[in-house]
């Protein structure tokens, strides 16, 4: 099994930053592939980015391409995402995943591991 805590969530105004931690633990050789979605009230979860743990291959949805950037550490099992330019229409809770999948996906059944979630709220 793979555990997945996030960090980093917050209150921040329109145009800000935040960057938050995804912490792996246990049998973290098994996952190739780190992404994180989100989900805002009333909506359904959705893709933010993906990375792979060896190569660093990264992929953004459109929604935050040029304003997020997705990271990893392998030396630490931690994956971050930078968010710069935040708008209201990013809050939500972001959860980091971890899958077997060999690749990039922005598939949320491709992921086997989730973790609580972390609350983004952006103000106007």
């Known amino acids: 099994q793979v555990q997945l805590v996030e960090s980093g969530g917050g209150l921040v105004q329109a145009g800000g930053s935040l960057r938050l931690s995804c912490a792996a633990s246990?049998?973290?050789?098994?996952?190739?592939?780190m992404g994180w979605f989100r989900q805002a009230p009333g909506k359904e979860r959705e893709f933010v980015s993906t990375?792979?743990?060896?190569?660093?291959?990264?992929y953004y949805a459109d929604a935050v391409k040029g304003r997020f950037t997705i990271t990893r550490d392998n030396a630490k099992n931690m994956v971050y995402l930078q968010m710069n330019n935040l708008k209201p229409e990013d809050t939500a809770v972001y959860y980091c995943?971890?899958?077997?999948?060999?690749?990039?996906?922005?598939?949320?059944?491709?992921?086997?591991?989730w973790g609580q979630g972390t609350q983004v709220t952006v103000s106007s």
């Open positions: 246990g049998r973290t050789f098994i996952v190739y592939t």
């Open positions: 990375i792979t743990w060896a190569g660093g291959r990264t």
């Open positions: 995943a971890a899958g077997r999948y060999i690749g990039t996906t922005s598939r949320a059944s491709e992921y086997d591991y």
